[in-house]
């Protein structure tokens, strides 16, 4: 199945004066975009262009991600819903925000599109150990994106946001995956 997005990266063009950069692709954009030359970008936008060459080069299986426009540090990502879920051919938006002292730091994760999982709120945050204390400067989005997949296979309902589905999925798995296709179909499709 071929993601909504799929950016990429359009070349190392040359670059005048600061010794080329590489182009882009941001989500819904209908060109490739010059990202500054790495001379003149942080080092934590230097990771992130590099994570971003890395991910287009060999994407995780059924996920994309990419600058949003032309804003480095905010992208929009699409999860597949994986099959044999409750999620099975859904299409999952989220909103990725990097902090200014990534990777030091771990990027925001939101979803944006409705799921009905006790690990994400009704707001879309995400409850997952890699985003907040098991936070490694050695993971990267790919590894994210990867952890955040599993989670629709392999939900804890040991650790929710949402208790009450939680509870549903641990006392009446049956019916918790009746209600979360239910949600898939009305907002993920």
């Known amino acids: 199945m071929s993601l909504p997005y799929s ?3 359009g070349g190392s063009g040359g670059g005048s004066g600061g010794g080329g950069g590489g182009g882009g692709v941001g989500v819904g954009g209908s ?10 970008v942080s080092s934590s ?5 590099k994570e971003m060459m890395e991910l287009n080069a060999d994407p995780p299986s059924d996920c994309s991600a990419g600058p949003k426009g032309d804003n480095l540090y ?7 819903g994986p099959p044999g879920s409750p999620y099975e ?13 990534y990777p030091f730091k771990p990027p925001k994760v939101v979803f944006k599109t409705g799921i009905y999982h006790c690990n994400v709120d ?3 945050n ?23 997949k599993s989670m629709f296979t392999n939900p804890d309902p040991y ?20 209600i979360a296709a239910e949600f898939t179909m009305r907002f993920a499709r």
């Not at 936008?45 to 262009?49: L, S």
């Open 159 to 178: 650790n929710p946001l949402m208790s009450n589905i939680a509870c549903l999925y641990v006392t009446d798995r049956a019916k918790h995956d009746q």
């Open 89 to 101: 051919g859904g299409i999952f938006f989220l909103d990725i925000t990097f902090p200014c002292d």
């Open 7 to 9: 950016g990429g990266v």
């Open 45 to 49: 936008g230097k990771r992130i262009q």
């Open 122 to 124: 009704s707001s879309g």
């Open 126 to 148: 995400v409850s997952l150990d890699i985003l907040k204390d098991g936070w490694s400067p050695a993971l990267t989005i790919s590894k994210v994106l990867l952890a955040i």
């Open 31 to 40: 060109g490739v975009r010059p990202w500054p030359s790495t001379a003149s």
């Open 74 to 80: 905010h992208w929009v990502s699409t999860i597949i």
